[in-house]
């Protein structure tokens, strides 16, 4: 049976790639695996259809066959382990990539979501411009552990996994902020993981929708 995943038909970011069923789509691409895509709306997502499997009211959400999930981690996580491709066979090598899958959610993309909860929802806020200095000097501390660990390697530990795909995707969220420019490997890092045919294919599946969207 094919997958099925939840989008926004009209993504707030504008076709950039950053909407949380990137990292789906991108996912299944590098499978090799085919995937239907339901667009909703947000009037849509906050239905009791939709509630129905995302209890948050957010998407991506994925179904097939009978198992119904939420959270992006944890669909990459679903399809990583049920296709080849994403995940090392050897078990110790398996274990890290996986062990990077988290690092990027729990570790890394906290204080960069926190850096655009206050340039976004908050920049309007007496604290913020007191805040936005320790937000960067977060990111900077962690940027700078995840480059010393990268060093000149292509990828974090050996062959590309889902554990890149997730670290790649949590650090386009940075976009034009210039912190990871400050790191010359992990720009390239993230070029180069962007250079790769499924993200380009998982990439134009998303802007087409923005198109569509747009009237473009």
Known sequence: MTPTIT????SPDRGRGLARDMRVRWAFEEVGQAYEVRLVT??????????????????????AGGLAIFESGAIVFQIAQTHAGLLPAEADARARAIN?????????????????TALLAERDKPWTQERLPMIHDAIHVRLGQLSARLADADWLDGAFSVGDLMMVSVLQRLGSSGLVAEFPNLAAYVARAEARPAYRRAFEAQYAVFLAASGG
């Open 7 to 10: 989008a926004f038909k009209a």
């Open 42 to 63: 947000f009037e849509e997502m906050k239905a009791p259809a939709h509630m129905g499997l995302h209890p948050f009211g957010q998407i991506p959400t994925y179904e």
């Open 100 to 116: 990077w899958l988290f690092a990027a959610l729990n570790t890394v993309e906290p204080p960069i979501l926190e850096l655009q």
